[in-house]
């Protein structure tokens, strides 16, 4: 139900079919035969190869720079200090190589590639030479072997959508690189002058279980941790060795006696907030001679097991699932610290815990966001948000927070004694709606040992927009003790001493990343100040705030971008509804501190702009200010056969909830397979973002707060009234629903709110109650069901299944039976609801198919069923 979740969703929408009188000379009911099974499998299998070449494994992600010599030699001239010449120096000349995922033209598996800028070479449009970085033979090892069910979890929260290597973990320095596959971890380590493609090594661990999320410690690279089974692990790559850092997991068959983990964030963490690690290396050497990792513990005692049938044998698996308003998992910060001997043996392993946990000394969190050291390697930072998120707060905790052993934790007088130094709030900020969290956080250095100066994003504002904060921090050494009933206290409240907005305006600053060239006092980040349609890349200086500068062109949106550490240069992918992909790299100058100074001079293309096939016809994008005052973006796909004159039965392809944005001014390739696909056959699709999607700022967006699928169709059907009169090809009489998800879930409403403007609905994976989805979503929009009881009613499907069609053929639901994310159960209530009461309907199960449709059979089989069910129906 999350963004990245309904991006993948997106990719199982789709669009509808023909209409009457003008209409049927598209559909001619009498004179043209419907297609068979086998005919409609041969176009599902026909526009699946014209669109494999646009797919998205072809475009390159996941890019990190590498500064390397370049091997050639200048000269400069050095001068003493009054001027005079002393001699030429040698100075090597320096080369940034650029790794990256993608998959190679003549391969259908992602891997690890690079290529090398000279930063002496004069600017080029040129296509850059990509090189593999892994043998082509190694690729065989990811393929042949069948995804744990740990992999295939972690890819479902991540909506991974590729085969191959999926993720790395480079040490810059050395040029060691990790990643896993087939449940395994490997390494190689690139030299910088590699005679050619490198073949792993895997790392060898005695442990069983899929090796998973990787991390190389940041100031020795020989040593790599992992997690495992739910616990954390250490290999050193030099000896070979490995041992068990944590001790969270028994290892028994159930998880009803086995609830802790170790390093691996709860379920409610990585599907609704985005966070997939729960661990942390300590980023610098304490010269101090101990290595130390802080990790997240998370105890699921109370959080209910459910079970779903085996993907992978005839047994069932068990998952941990908190539904809106039962317990959640409770997390608490840990530390394990280990030294290394002179023969690079792992010693003297102890686990650290805080002085008091974190729900003692703030007993209203429920979640624990983001976690980081600060650059000095001196504090752990935490951001913790309360279960109604809406109040967020980013905490401080020294080194010496941690100790061992572990001390009472709540004495019998109800104090807790921090020493200054030890737990601070430096920020915190509430909301009346819900707070959206962001990773936009970044520490700068300050001159200053008592204060702590950083950027922080926030959407106090409606818009999310970049404030510089400086917050007052206590020294290290004054200790001073601090009733736990004294919330006021000097640790617990953040004393602020400048707050300076960077950024503001009417537009949102997106959440996922900022760059900081802390040399030239500029932030780079990612908006839609051009507008709600395109993301674009802009500066702002931190000596002038407020004064932002457009570093890329209108027409086109940049939806990944990266920047090297330095910002000396940029790597980003962008595109339009008309244009395919395009991935172009640039170096980055400036003359001094101002926006106005920043040079951008393309240097070449990873992959090089080019337009689709005239057979993909691109939409239309359409814009209407609707009966409330709001301008709201619509998108068309007309038939490929289109004739002007002609009205064509419609699918309004739906999703309506929060966090996604479906129209904008963006290729979208496979994820829009099955709208190209529906227009292909000669319907007519249409996508709406009514109010409550994203990228509108939060007033928009709260549209359906505590009011979910009440609210949200009255918008589409008024956008596709005003679309079908506007256009005059839309047949109002032949309008299909379908979407997945969020978007099953309203194709279910719209059904029953509007059965005279929909004819029919294909729901995918809907839910049908919000008691059965999960807390960290459901809670945000809907509030607990305990406050909410009328919206959690009002809002549930099976409160209105006698409003359900008494026709046939109107109502098709399809479902994966070991969806973990919204589960079978919502569509065997529905089922058992309809079959109570009498209503027709049919339905599609898959059975080794989980939310996401990953098996190519499974999404053949599906599209084809949804042609045909289209045809025949609509």
Not at 380 to 386: A, H, I, P, R, S
Not at 397 to 408: A, G, K, Q, R, V
Not at 460 to 466: G, I, N, P, V, Y
Request: one cysteine or more.
């Amino acid at each position: 139900m999350t963004s990245r979740k309904s991006r993948r969703q997106r990719m199982e929408n789709m669009d509808t079919t023909s209409n009457e009188s003008a209409g049927e000379q598209a559909f001619p009911d009498s004179t043209v035969p419907r297609k068979s099974w086998s005919e409609l499998r041969a176009v599902v299998s026909d526009l699946r190869r014209k669109l494999s070449g646009v797919s998205a494994g072809s475009v390159p992600s996941s890019i990190t720079f590498r500064s390397l010599p370049d091997g050639r030699t200048q000269y400069l001239q050095v001068r003493s200090l009054s001027g005079e010449k002393i001699n030429n120096a040698p100075f090597p000349f320096c080369r940034t190589r650029i790794y990256f995922l993608s998959t190679p033209s003549n391969g259908w598996e992602t891997t690890l590639l690079y290529v090398d800028i000279a930063h002496a070479d004069h600017a080029n449009g040129y296509r850059l030479h990509w090189q593999s970085v892994i043998e082509a033979n190694f690729q065989s090892v990811s393929s042949m072997n069948r995804l744990s069910k740990e992999e295939q979890l972690l890819w479902e929260r991540k909506r991974l959508a590729t085969w191959g290597i999926t993720s790395y973990e480079i040490h810059a320095e050395s040029g060691k690189l990790v990643f896993p596959a087939a449940s395994s971890l490997y390494q190689c380590v690139d030299t910088g002058f590699m005679p050619g493609p490198l073949f792993p090594s895997e790392i060898r661990m005695s442990t069983t279980g899929a090796k998973l999320c990787p991390q190389i410690c940041p100031w020795n690279n020989a040593l790599i941790a992992h997690t495992c089974s739910g616990d954390l692990y250490l290999s050193h790559s030099i000896t070979g060795s490995s041992v068990r850092l944590t001790h969270a997991r028994k290892g028994g068959r159930s998880l009803v006696d086995d609830p802790l983990t170790a390093g691996t964030p709860s379920y409610v963490m990585q599907e609704e907030f985005t966070r997939y690690i729960g661990y942390w290396w300590q980023p610098k050497s304490m010269f101090d001679g101990i290595y130390r990792i802080v990790y997240e513990e998370v105890d699921e005692s109370d959080v209910k097991i459910y079970c779903f049938p085996s993907s992978n044998s005839d047994d069932v698996d068990e998952f941990r699932f908190p539904r809106a308003g039962m317990p959640n998992a409770r997390s608490n910060l840990k530390m394990v610290q280990f030294r290394l001997t002179e023969s690079l043996h792992i010693v003297d392993i102890e686990i650290l815990e805080l002085q008091y946990p974190l729900h003692i000394m703030f007993p209203w969190m429920e979640y624990m966001v983001r976690v980081g050291w600060t650059p000095d390697a001196q504090y752990v930072w935490v951001q913790l948000l309360d279960r109604k998120q809406q109040k967020l707060e980013l905490v401080l905790l020294s080194i010496d927070n941690f100790c061992e052993p572990p001390p009472n934790t709540y004495n019998t007088e109800n104090h807790f004694t921090p020493t200054s130094a030890s737990v601070q709030v430096i920020y915190s900020e509430q909301s009346p709606i819900w707070i959206n969290v962001n990773d936009l956080l970044y520490f700068l250095k300050s001159d200053d040992a008592n204060e702590v100066k950083f950027i922080w994003g926030s959407e106090e504002s409606e818009f999310r927009h970049l404030y510089l904060i400086t917050s007052s921090i206590a020294g290290l050494s004054n200790g001073v003790e601090e009733p736990l009933d004294r919330m006021d206290s000097i640790f617990l409240r953040p004393r602020i001493t400048s707050k300076i907005a960077l950024t503001q305006g009417d537009y949102e600053v997106l959440g996922k990343k900022i760059w900081v060239d802390e040399v030239n006092s500029i932030v780079y980040f990612c908006g839609l100040r051009e507008g709600p349609l395109e993301q674009h890349i802009y500066a702002v200086s931190l000596r002038r705030p407020l004064e932002i500068r457009l570093l890329t062109r209108p027409g086109y949106s940049y939806n990944n971008v990266y920047f090297n550490k330095e910002c000396t240069m940029l790597v980003t992918v962008y595109s339009s509804i008309k244009t395919l992909p395009t991935c172009q790299v640039f170096k980055i100058s400036q003359t001094d501190w101002t926006v106005e100074s920043i040079s951008l001079t393309p240097v070449g293309y990873l992959l090089e702009p080019a337009a689709p096939e005239s057979e993909l016809f691109a939409p239309e994008i359409f814009k209407h200010k609707i009966k409330s005052g709001d301008t709201v973006y619509s998108m068309i796909f007309k038939p490929h056969n289109f004739q002007p004159g002609v009205k064509y039965p419609t699918i309004l392809n739906i999703y309506g909830g929060p966090e996604v944005q479906l129209v904008s001014n963006t290729f979208k390739g496979l994820r829009h397979l099955r709208m190209h696909m529906l227009a292909a056959q000669g319907y007519c699709v249409v996508l709406i973002d009514s109010r409550g999607s994203q990228h509108r700022g939060l007033i928009f967006e709260s549209h359906l707060r505590r009011r979910m699928g009440t609210v949200e169709l009255n918008d589409q059907v008024e956008v596709l009234r005003w679309l079908a009169e506007a256009t005059g090809y839309i047949d109002l009489n032949r309008i299909a629903l379908h979407g997945w998800s969020y978007g099953g879930y309203l194709s279910l409403m719209g059904l029953i709110q509007y059965p005279d403007v929909f004819k029919l609905a294909i729901a995918g994976a809907p839910v049908t109650s919000w008691n059965f989805y999960d807390t960290g979503y459901t809670e945000r929009y809907m509030d607990l069901p305990q406050n909410n009881s009328h919206g959690y009613m009002a809002g549930s499907v099976l409160t209105y299944v006698n409003k359900f069609p008494d026709e046939e053929n109107r109502l098709l639901i399809i479902h994966g039976l070991i969806d973990e994310n919204v589960h079978f159960y919502h569509t065997s209530q529905l089922i058992n609801a309809l079959v109570k009461i009498g209503k027709p309907y049919q339905l599609q199960v898959y059975p080794n198919e989980r939310h996401s449709l990953r098996s190519l059979d499974a999404s053949k089989h599906y599209e084809t069923t949804l042609l045909s069910f289209l045809q025949n129906h609509l």
